[in-house]
């Protein structure tokens, strides 16, 4: 099962879910085995730990993971702590 967090909706809080798709913009903390940030979307000021995901958006915060693909349209600012990540686009 997929967590989706649409286009029209703003989460302040913690997340914590086996997979996240964001269409819509986080402030805080995230917490999931997988977790797909879409493109023109934001996650930011977040402290996030995947195991695997995606960034097309953009993302700015601490990233933990084991397996990051970071897309053409992704913006990325802060700490990513990762052992392998995929650059694509």
Do not use: W, Y
């Not at 302040?12 to 977790?35: E, Y």
């Not at 993302?59 to 990325?76: D, E, K, P, Q, W």
């Amino acid at each position: 099962m997929v967590s989706t967090i649409g286009p029209f909706v703003a989460i302040t809080g913690q997340i914590v879910c086996a997979r996240a798709l964001v269409h819509g913009r986080v402030r805080g903390d995230v917490h999931a085995s997988k977790l797909v940030i879409a493109a023109r979307r934001r996650v930011f000021s977040c402290d996030v730990t995947i195991d695997e995901g995606a960034i097309e958006g953009e993302f700015n915060g601490t990233l933990r993971a084991n397996t990051v693909n970071v897309t053409g349209s992704a913006v990325v600012e802060g700490e990513l702590h990762h052992p392998r990540t995929v650059r694509s686009g």
